[in-house]
């Protein structure tokens, strides 16, 4: 006699029973899984910012020149925004990175450029330097192409950021105070100086030197930039 061999597959009820296994397996391990994942991003974001930090304070105790630009290698691997937090090099805290997911209170700066003073003409600084390096040549210092070439919007630029209107163009940076305030500063010989509205005087940087003028590029009108304070009239 033939026996007749029958493969039994499974019932509707055991395969409801090993689907309700493995979603209740799944509901357990991928929470811990997301978590284990983010907690390794937030370390990998600690490290960053760490390594960004380090890179400025070494080159601040070198006396380089300091650039807020973030090196592009170093980004938060949870997609969140890196920003200076303390960027000023004469606070003792300085250097701070934030991180919008991962640490610090990140602010909404006030321009594209950043909101304080060092931050901004840090920024259109480090713009001259990049198009001369890319073009061979200055951008262009009059009507609106002292911002478009340099990748601004000028109406951006038209008004004043507490308290001080700024303007890139050619080999210089230019800054003069707004309508109520004056811009106090020290020369480099340790003279009092301000300007005001009614003097239609800039501050100006210019590239050539490294070093930040009062009116006119001469050596008696060097300032000491750190001495700069904005006051509202």
Same mark, same amino acid.
Request: aromatic fraction near 10%; hydrophobic fraction near 35%; include cysteine.
């Given at each position: ?17 090993? $689907?309700?296994?493995? #979603? ?18 937030? #370390? ?19 006396? *380089? ?26 606070? @003792? ?13 990140? @602010?909404? #700066? ?8 060092? *931050? ?35 109406? *951006? ?10 303007? @890139? ?5 230019? $800054? ?58």
């Amino acid at each position: 006699m033939k026996q007749k061999s029958r493969i039994q597959g499974f019932t509707l009820v055991e395969l409801l029973i090993v $689907i309700m296994l493995l #979603a209740a397996l799944l509901s357990i391990a991928v929470p811990s899984f997301v978590a284990y994942t983010e907690k390794a991003r937030a #370390a990998s974001c600690l490290s960053n910012r760490h390594h960004i930090e380090q890179d400025k304070r070494t080159s601040y105790l070198n006396n *380089e020149a300091q650039s807020l630009a973030i090196d592009n290698r170093y980004k938060c691997p949870s997609g969140g925004v890196y920003a200076w937090l303390i960027s000023d090099p004469t606070d @003792p805290n300085y250097p701070s990175i934030g991180c919008s997911l991962h640490y610090g209170q990140v @602010p909404a #700066a006030l321009t594209s450029l950043g909101s304080t003073f060092t *931050e901004i003409t840090t920024a259109m600084i480090d713009l001259i330097n990049n198009f001369y390096q890319q073009n061979h040549r200055y951008p262009r210092s009059w009507g609106d192409y002292v911002f478009t070439d340099l990748g601004l919007n000028p109406a *951006e630029w038209a008004q004043a950021v507490n308290g001080i209107y700024y303007s @890139p163009g050619g080999t210089k940076v230019t $800054i003069r105070p707004a309508d109520g305030y004056t811009l106090t500063m020290k020369s480099l010989q340790g003279s009092s100086l301000s300007l005001t509205t009614k003097l239609q005087w800039n501050l100006i940087y210019d590239m050539l030197t490294g070093q930040w003028y009062y009116h006119t590029i001469t050596t008696q009108n060097a300032v000491d930039i750190r001495t700069l304070k904005v006051i509202k009239n």
